[in-house]
């Protein structure tokens, strides 16, 4: 069972506490791909919070992209440790620039060119040396990049939307 810890005297919201545990979980490998997560009936239990808050939780996590709700299967996880460490970072991102006055077309923007940069840095790497192994052969399209940001910058909807009863 996953390991969630809540602090109920913090200023996030109980519900992003439970994301965020679970986005940890999978980051560590303690949640792998395909594995099925508890009930959102048994977790609110143990965590001692409505089913609700873990419903919007795990909405959260199902929209960026590391969980997947079935009817009938429950929900699984489909992210991995790459795909939850970036989102975590990207998270991490909007809220600095958020803090410093960014919006979010500028945000997207500088994450666009330093994937340009890295880019043009990995190319001349390569050119002279081919015993650097690359985590990724193509820096992510433009597509791609906004796709991340926006769901990393996205406010939880005041009155979310109904998600299967899992």
Do not use: C, W
Not at 134 to 141: K, N
């Amino acid at each position: 069972m996953l390991s969630v810890k809540l602090n109920r005297g913090a200023s996030t919201e109980l519900h992003e506490q439970v994301a965020a545990q679970i986005r940890r979980a999978i980051a560590d490998g303690e949640a792998e791909p395909g594995e099925r997560l508890p009930a959102a009936r048994d977790l609110a239990a143990v965590l001692g919070v409505n089913r609700n808050t873990v419903l919007r939780a795990l909405r959260t996590l199902r929209e960026e992209g590391l969980l997947d709700f079935t009817r009938g299967r429950g929900v699984t996880v489909t992210g991995t440790r790459q795909h939850s460490a970036v989102v975590e970072r990207a998270r991490e991102l909007v809220e600095l620039g958020r803090e410093h006055g960014y919006r979010l077309d500028e945000l997207v923007a500088l994450v666009e060119a330093a994937a340009r940069a890295s880019s043009r840095q990995n190319a001349g790497r390569s050119a002279t040396s081919t015993a650097v192994p690359a985590t990724h052969s193509t820096p992510p399209d433009t597509t791609e990049v906004r796709t991340l940001v926006s769901e990393a910058s996205a406010p939880a909807s005041k009155f979310p939307s109904v998600g299967p009863d899992v």
